[in-house]
């Protein structure tokens, strides 16, 4: 659905996005990551044909945004970090003046704007369609901004920071929502916030200095910190080192370290793939009539591998720095 290749922008003589691609496909929801001045919104603002490129291609929907872009506007909606809206009107006039020049027919105008304002909870529990527009809160407004790039059905959706200066219940409904664009649309969706995208997203690409650094599913991208699949387990029924030497002798286990937790042997267990060992593990424990505490797997959060990735590539952004300034 967005196909971006070679992406390059300038600023002057500021890199901002560097030789950039990746592949979006249709109906999924991606996050877009990256520290502040990676290079985020001049990306998404040459996707939705905001600025042009200085060199490489995107298209959306098999349109190309530098020769087709009026076509692609009408495929994409367009959600900026900040909203512009028109503060003396109300919303429900804003946004049959916003499906006007969308280009709705004036029949279908009324239907369209009662279609979004119930989808992004503007009519319920409370109607809110009559009120002004600068008597809203933030979220508020961005529900109203949300319903106004829904109002003719593009296939896809970018949001850039959706959920920036709401408050937590707010988070959690703009989360939902989400969640169910993603099932008619495609979703790209920029956000500092990692929790957030962790639980909306189904994959990520992260940029920093203006080059791509990683693109993935969640679970791949996980992997890649914690390395082999590991478990930790607390068990009690005989010495640490013999728990630890049966253990040990499974299929697949790699490596097994051990340490005491009152009477309790805490492990730490290493497999030689990605195999989940914990079936065989419990199994293991039940018949040698152990007692098992814990027994879970370890898994890297989304901020472990964010800031791992994007500290390496500021030290490398930094040396190559170093290096051009020497060689001047």
């Known amino acids: 659905m967005i196909d971006v290749k070679n992406l390059t922008k300038y600023y002057g ?11 979006v496909s249709a109906g999924s929801v991606v996050g877009f990551l990256g520290p502040n001045g990676a290079g ?6 040459i996707i939705t044909c905001f600025i042009p490129a200085t060199r490489g291609g995107v298209s959306v ?13 009408d495929r994409i909606g367009y ?8 503060p003396e ?14 280009g709705l027919p004036r029949q279908k105008r009324s239907a369209a704007v009662d279609r979004v304002c119930e989808q992004c909870w503007l009519s319920r529990p409370e109607d809110l369609t009559r009120r ?59 956000s500092h916030i990692l929790a957030e995208v962790e639980q909306v ?23 890649r910190v ?47 793939d990605a195999e989940d060992q914990r079936s065989a593990l419990a199994a293991c424990i039940a018949q040698k009539g152990w007692q098992l505490r814990e027994l879970r797997r370890q898994v890297a959060s989304l901020e472990d591998y964010f800031i791992q990735i994007t500290y390496q590539q500021s030290m490398q952004r930094g040396m190559l720095q170093d290096k051009e300034a020497a060689d001047e």
């Not at 929907?61 to 506007?73: A, P, T």
């Not at 203006?210 to 791949?220: F, N, Q």
Request: hydrophobic fraction near 40%.
């Open 201 to 223: 997203c189904s994959e990520l690409v992260i940029i920093a200095g203006g080059r791509l650094v990683a693109h993935g599913g969640l679970a791949e991208l996980r992997q």
């Open 61 to 73: 929907d098999g349109l190309d945004v530098f020769k087709e872009s009026i076509k692609v506007r």
């Open 13 to 23: 003589r500021t890199l901002a996005v560097d030789d950039i691609s990746f592949h």
């Open 132 to 190: 002004r527009l600068d008597q809203l809160s933030r979220g508020y407004r961005q529900r109203v901004g949300l319903a106004d790039i829904l109002l003719h059905q593009p296939p896809v959706l970018v949001l850039d920071e959706p959920t920036i200066g709401l408050d937590p219940a707010q988070v959690r409904e703009m989360r939902n929502l989400i969640r169910q664009l993603g099932q008619n649309h495609t979703v790209i969706l920029s």
């Open 40 to 45: 985020k919104s001049t990306t998404l603002r």
């Open 226 to 272: 914690t390395g082999p699949s590991r478990l930790v387990a607390e068990v009690k029924g005989a010495e640490p080192a013999e728990i630890a030497k049966a253990v040990a002798a499974l299929p697949g286990v790699s490596d097994v370290k051990h340490s005491q937790v009152g009477n309790w042997t805490r492990l730490n267990v290493a497999s030689q």
């Open 79 to 86: 959600m900026p970090e900040n909203v512009p809206l028109y």
């Open 89 to 102: 009107m109300r919303v429900r006039e804003y946004l049959m003046f916003r499906s006007a020049l969308r």
